[in-house]
């Protein structure tokens, strides 16, 4: 939501699509998952029309809710099930310059549609050891989906996240992310932890709209102008 709202807000088009069947990022836009009638769910099982609500602090959102749990599993019979989220949003395309897909945590079916729809991967990384020792999983499957189903899929950034400077085991971790991960990509600087980001989100806000002053915003900032630089 915070990237989208700045990417927005310096001009460009932008889609947010909730991969997760949590819905975490469709709450935090103010809608109710329950009360959905179409959902991304919808268009990835019959290959149909895209939910698309317009103009959320200046993007656009197609949302998830529960249901799409039940839809990994359909999936899982599905021929040529990977290409049903690259195949649903190709009508889109020349309408935005940013779509942003939130993934699920889970290296699942929803996952892997996620990669192959993709040009690239911006991977958040809670600056704790169990987190980073995760990301090897991932990259793993970024790996596989190159491979297989998706030649041109890079590598956009690591992002630490939830980071307490004054913790030992964060600043381990800050460390190692840097020393393992900046050969293959970009590592931003850390995203604090902060009450200001569950406050905000509470409020369905993004970040700049809630505390415009916060530190926060300058790593934001940093990140949108990576994203300009890939596009």
Known sequence: MNLGYHLGQRGHSVLLIDMDPQASLTIFMGLEPGDLEQTI???????GLLPIHK?????DLIPSNIDLSAAEMQLVSTIMRELRLKTVLESELEHYD????????SLGILSV????????????????????KG????????????????????????IPTIYASRNVQDESTLDAIKEQLSAIT???PPIPRSTAFPDATQK??????HDPKHPALRVLEDIANGMEKLS
Do not use: M
């Not at 103009?55 to 993007?59: A, K, L, R, S």
């Not at 996620?114 to 987190?131: D, E, G, M, R």
């Open 41 to 47: 769910c919808d268009a990835i099982l019959d290959e």
């Open 55 to 59: 103009d959320i602090h200046h993007v």
């Open 98 to 105: 940013f779509i942003l897909i939130d993934a699920p945590p």
């Open 113 to 132: 549609l996620s990669l192959v729809a993709s040009t690239h991967v911006l991977i958040p990384i809670h600056t704790q050891h169990k987190s980073f």
């Open 135 to 158: 990301t090897e999983l991932l990259l793993n499957s970024v790996a596989a989906v190159r491979k297989n189903a998706n030649r041109d899929l890079k590598l956009a950034g690591v």
């Open 186 to 188: 970009t590592v931003y």
């Open 204 to 209: 369905c806000l993004p970040l700049s709209l």
